[in-house]
């Protein structure tokens, strides 16, 4: 069953972007609405930030978060599934790789807290990428699409702002406009924001798909309420201390898709996680070393604190 646009059921997708959008125009409308809120400015208390290849589920009822949100975003895109009558909410930072199976989880993890209502509908919001001179974003744009158009089950696509559509002029080079995107976990309301916050293991969090890992990891329990990080392993990366030894704009030049307009933190994190990778180049042995899962739970201040489980 593939995915429903404007409330007709598509056989199958258009080609490219433009000609999607010259098919579904209703979605420029919706586009230019969310292009033109000023983003929000979102702290720690009750949210879940969620990192690139992760993605996280939960239910209106959680203590613990009240957000789901994921920024920096440049040509990867952030994709919210939400069952419209249990109000189970999904969030998910894609790049290209892990689409197909990354929309699978999405799909079956919603449906899983979904189980016993008879009412309600999967509602799908696609958001990212820009007009970029390599064309990252439109292979991401189409990529994302077809691998909700793939699952067994009907998805109502209701927001698509994606490549052109996310996409603006500044002295001659094409910027993102939205860069980030939160979830209200009771309301399902999507809104631009941005989190100065970005829970815990940043490094490790990144090292992971720095070093080659496809999958787009589950990482939060919402029943009890726990940031699961790994268990997992990657390979050394050859060269890291060459890498560490680099400057800035060559960093910046070769480890982004789109070095034209990163955020201005992005080497710096590009340069933790490096430095991650060279103090851990085995974490099955440093970190993950009983091949457990490294477990976060909120406090009162919005601060995930590690315990033991």
């Known amino acids: 069953m593939p995915l429903t646009l404007n409330g007709v059921v598509v056989d199958e997708l258009p080609p490219n972007t433009r000609s999607f959008f010259q098919s579904y125009p209703h979605f420029k409308e919706t586009s230019a609405a969310l292009c033109s809120q000023p983003p929000k400015v979102v702290g720690p208390v009750g949210l879940l930030y969620v990192h690139q290849r992760e993605f996280a589920v939960t239910v209106p009822h959680d203590k613990n ?30 790049d290209a790789s892990g689409l197909d199976e990354g929309a699978m989880n999405m799909v079956r993890r919603v449906q899983e807290l979904s189980l016993g209502y008879q009412e309600g509908r999967l509602v799908l919001h696609l958001v990212g990428g820009f007009d970029d001179r390599r064309g990252f ?102 060269g890291v201390d060459l890498w560490l030894q680099q400057g800035d704009d060559f960093i910046l ?10 955020p201005p933190h992005f080497v710096m994190q590009v340069r933790a996680t490096l430095k991650h990778i060279q103090e851990h180049p085995f974490p099955s042995v440093t970190i993950f070393s009983e091949n457990r899962p490294l477990f976060y739970r909120k406090d009162e201040s919005g601060a995930w604190i590690q315990v033991r489980y």
Request: aromatic share 6%.
């Open 137 to 238: 974003s439109e292979e991401l744009s189409m990529g994302a699409l077809n691998a909700f158009h793939k699952q067994p089950v009907e998805i109502d696509l209701v927001t698509a702002c994606i490549s052109e559509m996310n996409s603006t002029n500044r002295g001659g080079i094409h910027w993102p406009v939205v860069y980030g995107i939160g979830v209200n976990v009771k309301t399902g309301e999507i809104f631009t924001a941005t989190f100065p916050e970005k829970g815990p293991e940043i490094p490790l969090r990144t090292a992971r798909h720095f070093t080659g890992s496809h999958q787009i990891l589950d990482i939060y329990d919402c029943n009890l309420g726990l940031l699961r990080i790994g268990p997992f392993n990657y390979e050394p990366l050859r």
């Open 253 to 262: 030049q070769h480890l982004s898709t789109s070095p034209e307009v990163e």
């Open 65 to 94: 978060v009240t957000i789901l949100g994921a920024d920096d975003a440049t040509t990867c895109h952030i994709a919210v599934l939400r069952h419209s009558g249990s109000g189970a909410v999904c969030l998910a930072h894609m």
